[in-house]
């Protein structure tokens, strides 16, 4: 029996039918169950496709099912068109600053934006292969596609299947959370998940919400030619990462135009005319933006809904599955990994989890996913990087810390490239090299911050950096400077006090 074809994608173009054929093919025939699975992964993001494709490379059964579309968020409405998007805007971007360079371009930059969308979809259904049904299927997974239901604290229903397990993974993601802002369902608007089907550049857009998702689409739209309004109850973007990271972002938006209501809270939607309009108020006042598009992004809501957990006794919250440090659920059988369980709400962490979850599960194994160094990143221009623990989280834990920063201004290449408005600062233990965090903002920051992690994962001091050769120039090498920073510091009087009699002698 083949399964019924629910899912739709929008535009349905021919990259949108190649990603759906991949992701959730409408043909697709569920396999009928044979015995017990090693490992039933339930949701097809990240954590689970690594869940399930890991059990069978190492020689077990394993069973992936999804109820909407192979690849989770990650390919569908995060990571892999939303950076499609950005590379888009910052060509758009770099095509206008080109006289900062000596070239000049005759006439105005018009952007194509139903050709950039295409250009995404078209990309993101090429990567949909990595993540297909069909591929997964041809590896040794069993791939079931619809909705998975639990039936007791061993087996798992879908389309009428029962699939028993040893262990199983949820790895469920989450979903845009609505804020409850008075007429907003009424006057409509968009999400992650509804903002890579746009064939028309919206002429205003009203972003809600000034975290990563906010900020990276915020600037990708100004630069394609959008008014751009971004509102935030905080006191400023990215108000999770060190002020003075976020300042840089927050000035650079203000060069570009966007429009900052920062401190200000959404009293209401409406529509206005023909266009949606938001009503927001500061310190008592209230002011309406008109808009042609909101897009309301918030933060994320865990997907826990109708797997019946309670009949498998997996305890949870609407802030997601409940997880021991090894990931383990209140059912000793069951795991959990990724967005509906971790407040890292990212790709890579996801899969980090994944792993765990599969030694913990299969192989009695007892890691610890507090012992990850998990780095993020917020791709705008220029991106913000961090790793670790910040200066207010070392107070607020009573931790004792050195800082070293150093301004990308202070780089070469940074300075040639025309992308000196950054900063990297590593925090280290008091007195020590043992690395605690680090923040980076530069052009490719995301990029940089894999240096520091490799330091933090293998407990390496901040002293090896030092003994390191970079290429120059590369603006990598902002790392470098710190870390021989860092090394001055050990040279204390003492020491210097000997080396100078040591080179004294030896004349």
């Not at 498998?312 to 059988?333: I, M, S």
Request: charged share 25%; aromatic share 6%.
């Amino acid at each position: 029996m083949k399964t019924s074809n629910a899912v739709d994608v929008s535009p349905r173009d021919e990259h949108n039918l190649a990603l759906l054929q991949n992701a959730h093919p409408g043909d697709w025939t569920n396999p009928t169950p044979h015995g017990r699975y090693n490992l039933v992964a339930i949701g097809a993001g990240t954590a689970g496709l690594i869940s399930a494709i890991g059990t069978v490379g190492l020689g077990g059964r394993a069973a992936l099912v999804e109820r909407h579309l192979l690849g989770g968020d990650c390919l569908n409405y995060g990571c892999v068109p939303s950076k499609a998007l950005i590379r888009a805007a910052r060509a758009a971007h770099e095509v206008r600053r080109a006289g900062k360079f000596g070239l000049r371009i005759s006439g105005l930059l018009e952007v194509d934006f139903p050709a950039v969308m295409e250009r995404m979809r078209r990309l993101r259904a090429g990567i949909s292969h990595h993540d297909s049904a069909q591929r997964f299927a041809g590896l040794g997974v069993d791939v079931y596609l619809g909705e998975a239901k639990f039936t007791g604290p061993k087996t798992v229903e879908v389309d009428g299947r029962l699939l028993p397990f040893s262990r199983a993974v949820i790895a469920t993601g989450a979903r845009a959370a609505v804020p409850p802002i008075d007429g907003l369902e009424e006057t409509g608007f968009l999400t992650n998940e509804t903002i890579f089907s746009l064939t028309r550049l919206p002429g205003r857009l009203v972003v809600i919400g000034g975290g990563p998702i906010g900020s990276e689409m915020a600037q990708s739209f100004r630069r394609f030619g959008s008014e751009v309004h971004l509102i935030d109850r905080a006191a400023s973007i990215l108000g999770r990462e060190d002020p003075e990271a976020s300042a840089i972002v927050r000035a650079q938006f203000e060069r570009e135009g966007i429009h900052l209501h920062l401190r200000c809270s959404v009293v209401r939607a409406e529509r206005t005319g023909d266009s949606p309009s938001v009503v927001i108020e500061r310190d008592g006042k209230q002011q309406k933006i008109i808009a042609d598009r909101i897009l309301v992004a918030v933060g994320r809501k865990a997907n826990v809904e109708g797997l019946n957990l309670q009949a498998a006794d997996v305890e949870f919250t609407p802030h997601g599955v409940d997880v021991n440090d090894r990931l383990q659920t209140t059912n000793p059988r069951i795991y959990a990994a990724g967005d509906v369980c971790s407040k890292y709400q990212f790709t890579h962490a996801a899969d980090a989890m994944a792993r765990i979850c599969i030694q913990n599960a299969l192989f009695l194994g007892r890691k610890k996913a507090s012992a990850l160094v998990i780095p993020r990143c917020t791709y705008t221009d220029p991106e913000l990087a961090h790793v670790g623990l910040t200066p207010r989280e070392a107070r607020e834990q009573g931790i004792e810390i050195d800082s070293f920063p150093r301004e990308l201004a202070d780089v070469d290449r940074a300075v040639l490239d025309g992308e000196d408005a950054g900063l990297a600062v590593v925090h280290t233990a008091k007195g020590k090299g043992t690395v605690l965090g680090a923040t980076i903002v530069a052009a490719h920051a995301g990029e940089m911050i894999g240096e520091i992690t490799l330091l933090m994962a293998n407990k390496l001091p901040l002293g090896k950096l030092a003994g390191t050769i970079h290429c120059y120039p590369t603006q990598v090498e902002v790392l470098k400077r710190i870390a021989d920073a860092y090394s001055r510091t050990r040279l204390t009087p003492r020491i210097a006090g000997w080396m100078k009699t040591w080179l004294a002698w030896r004349r």
